[in-house]
């Protein structure tokens, strides 16, 4: 059993940075592990993963080059660096774990496991 507890949201202005933190407890080393997120009215969408080893990592194109996935090293914490925040980012943000290969082509109901969400929200 996997448990994700999720922290690092708050308000921040356009163009600014936040971290997000994912703690991971459980057999963390067989998931690979991202990030999802959901704006009010719209489907929780993908943002980005890492592999269990940590060596491979994917974004949607809507965060490439401005967000950054990592994992420590012993692999119980995934950070999502988020630069250069935009409005459109606001959203509640989910850290996500599954047996499956982290891919662009991850969905929400391929999820085995989620944390409790932390809010993001970009304003001036």
């Known amino acids: 059993q996997l448990q994700l507890v999720d922290s690092g949201g708050g308000l921040v202005q356009p163009g600014g940075s936040l971290r997000l933190s994912c703690a991971a407890s459980?057999?963390?080393?067989?998931?690979?592990v991202g990030w999802f997120r959901q704006a009010p009215g719209k489907e929780r969408e993908w943002v980005s993963c890492?592999?269990?080893?940590?060596?491979?990592?994917v974004y949607a194109d809507s965060v490439k080059g401005r967000f950054t996935i990592s994992r420590d090293h012993a692999g119980n914490t995934v950070y999502l660096e988020m630069n250069s925040l935009k409005l459109e980012d606001t959203a509640v943000y989910y850290c996500?774990?599954?047996?499956?290969?982290?891919?662009?082509?991850?969905?929400?109901?391929?999820?085995?496991?989620w944390g409790q969400g932390t809010q993001v929200t970009v304003s001036s």
């Open positions: 459980g057999f963390t080393r067989r998931y690979d």
């Open positions: 996500a774990a599954t047996n499956l290969r982290c891919a662009s082509s991850w969905h929400r109901h391929f999820i085995d496991y």
């Open positions: 890492i592999s269990s080893a940590g060596g491979v990592a």
